[in-house]
């Protein structure tokens, strides 16, 4: 069986250790001590570097799972500092003790002597330092790389997400299909419709000059969306808003309700005999009754066959949230109701 490469830098770590400490700064034992002597301190120096090392690396990872992250660096690399003193004293206490126990008459109990160990032990404990620390550093810059680059990713793909829904075909195709019928049966309504349908055109142009926009901003775009789906669909959807008039300075990326709503169409059967009822309101915190989530929930019921789809819509809003906020989108489903969850941000916090 093939070691590890962390098995094998246990393994291995502290004998190249005992050999560069030996070669640099014990050469003089070798030189004056009787062989009894030598084989005893080797057997000393090993086992206690052993020790060193695993107790070094158990409150190294500790303090890292304490610690975690770039952002807390500051505050791990005290902890560190304090630990490198601290085992140096203690690996050195540990020889000494061991060298008077077994009788080995190569340290003795002076100051020169305490001193000399420890600070070589302070180099020891700071390479045990430096070789996990260091790697957990490049661990945490190589995944906030990869984070970064997968942010840039998804913002393109929303963008160009954005641009193929201001002028999608087949959505373009079902408003004027829908407008042609409209124009025999009822030229009034078909005049609502166009006011409508440029309202929504005119949102779409302009929200991808916006990182944030109010909510109640967005839910005027959805009120002119629903209408051409009500529209197209009769009796067979419902889109209803229940959101307080407090709630409505707070703020969300644009387009949100507009895709969560396509989206619940998409996957569901939407018949006057089985209507969709798609339900956007408001959750408060219990604290200080402030706007804290909004929810976007409609009946489920799953169409026979499920359109092609790789959730890359969701996954837009997700990541859109991770950049703005620490609070992530919330999805729930059970059998009768498929629901999302969107953190709503602070006024204060709109770029718009």
Not at 68 to 94: D, E, F, K, T, Y
Not at 139 to 157: N, S
Not at 159 to 187: C, G, M, W, Y
Request: proline content about 4%; some cysteine; overall charge positive.
């Amino acid at each position: 069986m093939r070691l590890s490469k962390e098995a094998k830098l246990r393994l291995f770590g502290p004998l190249v250790l005992f050999a560069f400490g030996t070669f640099f700064f014990r050469l003089s034992i070798y030189v004056k001590s009787s062989p009894r002597q030598i084989l005893q301190f080797v057997c000393i120096a090993i086992s206690c570097g052993y020790i060193g090392w695993e107790l070094a690396r158990l409150l190294i990872l500790y303090s890292q799972k304490r610690y975690p992250g770039l952002s807390r660096m500051q505050p791990r690399l005290v902890v560190l500092g304090a630990l490198i003193i601290v085992l140096a004293n203690l690996n050195a206490s540990l020889r000494i003790l061991i060298n008077w126990f077994l009788d080995v008459g190569i340290w003795t109990f002076d100051v020169y002597n305490y001193i000399e160990t420890t600070g070589i032990q302070v180099v020891y404990v700071s390479v045990y330092v430096a070789i996990y620390e260091g790697g957990y550093l490049i661990r945490q810059l190589q995944d906030t790389y990869r984070e970064k680059e997968l942010l840039i990713k998804t913002e393109w793909q929303a963008r160009f997400d954005s641009l193929k829904n201001q002028v999608n075909p087949h959505f373009l195709f079902n408003a004027l299909n829908s407008l042609s019928t409209l124009i025999d049966e009822s030229p009034v309504q078909a005049g609502q419709f166009v006011d409508e349908l440029s309202r929504v055109y005119r949102y779409l142009l302009q929200s991808n000059d916006r990182e944030l926009t109010s909510l109640e901003t967005e839910l005027l775009f959805i009120k002119s969306y629903a209408h051409l789906l009500k529209t197209r669909h009769g009796a067979g959807i419902a889109v209803r808003t229940a959101v307080p008039p407090n709630c409505l300075a707070h703020s969300l990326p644009p387009l949100t309700l507009q895709l969560l709503v396509e989206n619940a169409v998409k996957h569901n059967v939407v018949a006057p005999n089985k209507p969709l009822t798609i339900d956007i309101s408001t959750q408060s915190s219990v604290s200080d009754q402030d706007c804290v989530l909004l929810a976007v929930r409609n009946n489920l019921q799953r169409k026979n066959k499920q359109s092609l789809s790789n959730g890359i819509g969701l996954a837009n809003i997700a990541a859109k949230y991770r950049m703005l906020t620490q609070s992530d989108v919330i999805i729930e489903e059970n059998e009768e109701h498929f629901t999302v969850l969107l953190p709503l941000l602070s006024p204060l916090k709109a770029a718009v």
